[in-house]
């Protein structure tokens, strides 16, 4: 049973549009999220976080908005550009520090020049 | 300064055969996990230290599997013998728990079990 849920496998994006990737979770108990980026052949690499105490979370071209009641969040990147093609992870946790996360199977995000 | 190094990079054996694995965490990070990721999946956590403590080892098949990270530095995780069901990517992370959330990952060890 999985409880954090990415259903879009994939994702085609053009250079400078906006790319979204969805991400679900089942356990009402996390207050944690994060998402992470990886390359072919490198591990995963720390993008964005957010607590349940806020409903969403900027950096840079990056944003991450948190739908508690739904058990959604999302992740947006605006422009999108061809070096943020990679594998997109969301992980989801209780508490910040130290504790252990639950990662979603992932979506291949492509930007396409 | 150095990333979490992982060693080796690449590792194929027949099943049967024992592997071990080698991680080298951040100078300093005294949190460092074991990663499974099957191909197509995210990481699946196997095992948690808190400085030299296993202090979550609760995913860890520990018919085949062990790990030990004796000085609370860098740690060896070890699969004997190994089954064809085995053959993935072992990533190894580490973080400064008490002061931030941000795990650190290596880039993996792929393993090939024939």
Known sequence: DQQVKQNSPSLSVQEGRISILNCDYTNSMFDYFLWYKKYPAEGPTFLISISSIKDKNEDGRFTVFLNKSAKHLSLHIVPSQPGDSAVYFCAAGVGNYGQNFVFGPGTRLSVLP | ?114
Not at chain 2, 16 to 43: D, E, M, R
Not at chain 2, 84 to 96: F, K, Q, R, T
């Open chain 2, 1 to 114: 300064e150095a990333g979490v190094v992982q060693s080796p990079r690449y590792k194929i054996i027949e099943k049967k055969q024992p592997v071990a694995f080698w991680c080298n965490p951040i100078s300093g990070h005294n949190t460092l996990y074991w990663y499974l990721q099957n191909l197509g999946q995210g990481p699946e956590l196997l095992i948690r230290y808190e400085n030299e403590e296993a202090v979550d080892d609760s995913q860890l098949p520990k018919d085949r599997f062990s790990a030990e990270r004796l000085k609370g530095v860098d740690s060896t995780l070890k699969i004997q013998p190994a089954e064809l069901g085995d053959s993935a990517v072992y990533l190894c992370a580490s973080s400064l728990a008490g002061v931030t959330d941000t795990q650190y990952f290596g880039p993996g060890t792929r393993l090939t079990v024939l």
